[in-house]
């Protein structure tokens, strides 16, 4: 995900390159702003508002760029679910109210972004509304009342029944939405803080992405953890695990987190053990900081090991303490020598 690294900002937050549109994604998004223009050339051209290519002709070109259309839609629905990539417009009420306060009023005074875009989460909660509203109704509207259309010719069609006219009066109040759509879309991309950057990505796939300096430092922490050779843990109040590294891992003889995650602490120690490792957490969940205690553990091959341990408490945004954490390192062979 991550490319190159950082460079420094003013605002104590930093660039990353980040890659967000997949290869189909970028694709299925050009051809269809292309086929959705041209629709609204040929319909227009349809409708009577202007001569370009004439009646015939339009006509025409705008059936085969309506298959091709509803091809390109029915291969987009396929990809949406065998990438999951579809809980991207799952709509969110989260921030929607400050994004929508940020579009009305924030933005004409350079207030921040309220929400940040990345791979997980590329679409702001008003871009999310917007652009299911597109998909869900909008665009099968505009599809089924052109079907409907085309397929008039035909004798005792349901069309007929109903009346040409309801169908192309539908279909052309669509095509005033869409035209609606695009405007608003690409008046937001302006409202971007680097619009040619925003286009670039949707050719390209990556973009540059802000990170706070606080979650850059938790993800470097992160990784600092990661690839560290002392065991990392963290537990919740009533002791169960919420997180052990790789190397804690391997101490304890655990193939994988999920072996282990969800568990109380007492499956680490056996006997007497238990009790000293109760102890201890119960000072770090009073407060206090431990610091390279021996102790023994139970891996979970029934084995033992000796290891030292830190423990220390970890706090909510309340400052409230939440549970305890800390490294272990490995000194079974200096017991065993
Ligand atoms: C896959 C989707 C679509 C299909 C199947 C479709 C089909 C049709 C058909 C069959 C006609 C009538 C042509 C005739 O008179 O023989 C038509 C007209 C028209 N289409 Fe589409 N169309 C689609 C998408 C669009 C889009 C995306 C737009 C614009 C954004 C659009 C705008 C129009 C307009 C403005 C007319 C003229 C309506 C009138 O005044 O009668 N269409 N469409």
Known sequence: MEQAHTNNTAHSSFFRREYIYKGFERFWHWTQALLIVFLMITGFEIHGSFSLLG???????????????????????????????????????????EQFKYYISGIFKG??????????NKFNPLQRLTYLGLKLFIMPA?????????????????VQIGGLELVAVTHTLLAFMLITFLIVHLYLLTTNEHPSESVKAMITGWEEIEVEQ????????????????????????????????????????????????????????????????NSLIKRALNGEHIKGTKVQRQCADGSVGFHTLSMNPTYDEKNEIVGAEGFILDITNEKNT
């Not at 599809?143 to 005792?156: C, D, E, N, R, S």
């Open 55 to 97: 009646y015939e002709e339009a006509v025409l070109f705008h059936d085969i760029a309506a298959w091709a259309l509803i091809i390109l839609i029915i291969f987009t629905i396929f990809w949406h679910f065998a990438t999951g990539e579809w809980k991207q417009y799952i709509p969110s009420a989260k921030f929607l109210k």
């Open 142 to 158: 505009q599809i089924i009342t052109g079907i409907l259309y085309m397929f008039y010719m035909y004798p005792k069609s349901i």
């Open 214 to 277: 606080e979650q850059l430092h938790k993800e470097h922490m992160r990784d600092a953890i990661d690839k560290s050779a002392a065991g990392y843990y963290r537990l919740d109040k009533n002791g169960i695990f919420i997180d052990v590294n790789k190397s804690w891992l391997s101490m304890y003889k655990y193939e994988k987190n999920e072996d282990i995650i969800g568990k109380h602490f007492s499956v680490s120690r056996s006997g007497e053990h238990v009790e000293i490792l």
């Open 111 to 120: 207030a921040p972004h309220p929400t940040k875009k990345t791979s997980y």
